[in-house]
């Protein structure tokens, strides 16, 4: 048993030639299931008779709405279910848009194509500059010569959240590429890393503390360029679609917050977060938001210290990207591909000066666990996701304020 906790602490399992094979066969059973998905198609729908890229769905639909002259009918769960029905069948189950008005302007330029194409050009497009993005980050981290090795690029593209992203169609990563992005350019480019820190806005449940740790470390000229951005964005969205439209997002967030987060309409299981938890578990909406509360003022607290002091910037950021998903009451699965660029960054930064005890095994466990979360939570009500974005989260922290225990457990 001595033996097994020790290899479990120095994660002695985690070898090269292992993450090779993990990464390969991650990398096969993607392929293979995207090619089922096209081989067992009819029309535009699945062979269970759902959308392909089930989530992007509802991102077309809202912007054949908008091209129809009808943005705010986006907002309108009945009138855009209506929209999703008449492109994919009578059969297709809701997709609700939750989205700010700014996103509107990608879905409308999406909906100028068809469907598939539309699809497979976005899917395609963020996953590319995802990879760019992870890349750069890696090759401005602690360790930049992991962004040539191919074992470390193929671990980049075998995370098994980028599964969950291609097959629900999902956005995850735009958002990983502009949180790589941010990070990567943020001692170097202030602005150009402001720019793409605001427009992470199209998902405003992610950007609460970046604001936060900007002003807390000083960094005026990348808060100003994210604020400026935001700024922009909601202009733009403005002349394109009418003042109206935002009284028509203000109107949708009772929906959003009642259907889909407190009475689980997206499903509790689905979703890897402090409130989801206490909801699976059967706790009330009072209690879920009474411990996600303590949870995210816990994580803003922690990051304001930890981003004060004399962390590494791969440490700080990555302490970010996981306090981000940490800190909401929505966080789903597929939105833990923000784990890519703490997973790299941590991983870089273990190269660098040395891993902590279990680090490694909580890495692998971090790389693995967004594609069994929904199912082992359905099962067990253990949220898995959660529970080791948390014990991921208090590493970053042992690895910020105690350097010198990295040292020595190299």
């Not at 470390?152 to 992203?165: G, K, R, T």
């Not at 259907?259 to 997206?266: H, M, Q, R, S």
């Not at 938001?289 to 440490?315: D, E, N």
């Amino acid at each position: 048993m001595d033996g097994l906790l020790q290899s479990l602490r120095h994660g002695d399992a985690v070898t090269r030639e292992r993450a090779w094979l993990w990464a390969g066969l991650l990398l096969a059973g993607f392929a293979a299931a995207v090619i089922y998905l096209g081989v067992t198609a009819h029309d535009l729908n699945d062979y269970r008779g759902r959308p392909l890229g089930t989530d992007f769905s509802d991102v077309y639909a809202a912007g054949t709405l908008a091209a129809q002259g009808e943005p705010a009918a986006a907002y309108d769960p009945a009138r855009h279910h209506r929209e999703e029905q008449a492109i994919f069948g009578t059969a297709t189950p809701f997709y609700g848009w939750h989205y700010p008005p700014f996103f509107l302007l990608i879905a409308r330029l999406l909906a100028a194509l068809p469907y598939l194409p539309a699809l497979i050009l976005y899917q395609a497009a963020t996953l590319a500059l995802y990879m760019f993005a992870m890349r750069a980050l890696l090759r401005h981290g602690p360790a930049p010569q992991t962004a040539n090795d191919p074992l470390w690029l193929a671990c980049v593209a075998a995370f098994s959240a980028v599964f969950l992203n291609l097959t629900h169609g999902q956005n995850g990563f735009a958002t990983a590429a502009l949180l790589a992005g941010a990070l990567a350019l943020l001692d170097k480019r202030a602005w150009t890393a402001g720019v793409l820190f605001g427009l992470l806005a199209y998902k405003p449940q992610f950007g609460l503390l970046i604001p936060l740790v900007l002003a807390a470390s000083g960094r005026w000229k990348t808060f100003g360029a994210a604020a400026a951005t935001v700024g922009i964005l909601a202009i733009a969205a403005t002349l394109a679609f009418g003042a109206g439209i935002w009284a028509a997002f203000v109107s949708s967030l009772h929906f959003s917050r009642v259907v889909v987060l407190e009475d689980g309409g997206t499903g509790f299981q689905k979703i890897q977060s402090a409130f989801a938890f206490v909801r699976l578990s059967g706790g009330t909406v009072e209690g879920a938001y009474a411990l996600q509360g303590v949870m995210s003022l816990g994580v803003a607290a922690s990051l304001v210290m930890l981003w004060r002091s004399p962390a590494t910037a791969a440490v700080k950021g990555a302490g970010l990207c996981l306090g981000m998903l940490l800190a909401t009451p929505y966080c789903l699965d597929y939105d833990m591909m923000a784990l890519a660029p703490a997973i790299a960054l941590l991983a870089s930064d273990g190269v660098a000066r040395g891993f902590l005890p279990y680090e490694k095994l909580t890495l692998a466990t971090l790389w693995l666990v967004p594609i069994a979360a929904r199912e082992i939570a359905g099962a067990t009500h253990v949220p898995l996701g959660l529970m080791a974005m948390i014990v991921c989260f208090a590493l970053v922290l042992e690895r910020g304020f105690n350097r010198s225990s990295v040292l020595a457990s190299s």
